[in-house]
């Protein structure tokens, strides 16, 4: 499955950005989709996962209360409203996707290790 994340930019403190993973996998809605995030010089982050039938949703302490998940699955999309940015969020954000299509519709999954496919990443930079 290949994944691709876009939407990031250079935003200042306290604006909003909506990241959003595509795939041309006609499968898309069989995926659970989640959102990481990694800082220079620091471990990948657990930012944001949706299910498969996108009505379960789940956050980290991170974004939590200032981001959005949310899956089109008739438009293969996910996607991820971050509010209220700090300069502490800029990050390289990407999307990815366990390889086991097997989870319930409800489940989520929220450690890297469960996620198999990985976008290319896209760039937040907020600025103070």
């Known amino acids: 499955v290949q994944l691709q994340a876009s939407g990031g930019g250079l935003v200042q403190a306290g604006g909003s950005v909506r990241l959003s993973c595509t795939t041309s996998?006609?499968?898309?809605?069989?995926?659970?989709i989640g959102w990481f995030r990694q800082a220079a010089g620091k471990e990948r982050e657990f930012v944001a996962a949706?299910?498969?039938?996108?009505?379960?949703?789940y956050y980290g302490d991170s974004m939590k209360g200032r981001s959005t998940i949310s899956r089109d699955n008739a438009e293969n999309t996910v996607s991820l409203q971050m509010n209220s940015l700090k300069p502490e969020d800029t990050a390289v954000y990407y999307c990815?996707?366990?390889?086991?299509?097997?989870?319930?519709?409800?489940?989520?999954?929220?450690?890297?290790?469960?996620?198999?496919?990985w976008g290319q990443g896209t760039l937040v930079t907020v600025s103070s």
């Open positions: 949706v299910s498969r039938s996108g009505h379960a949703k």
């Open positions: 996998e006609r499968t898309f809605s069989r995926y659970i």
């Open positions: 990815a996707a366990p390889r086991d299509t097997d989870w319930g519709p409800d489940v989520i999954a929220t450690a890297a290790r469960d996620y198999d496919y």
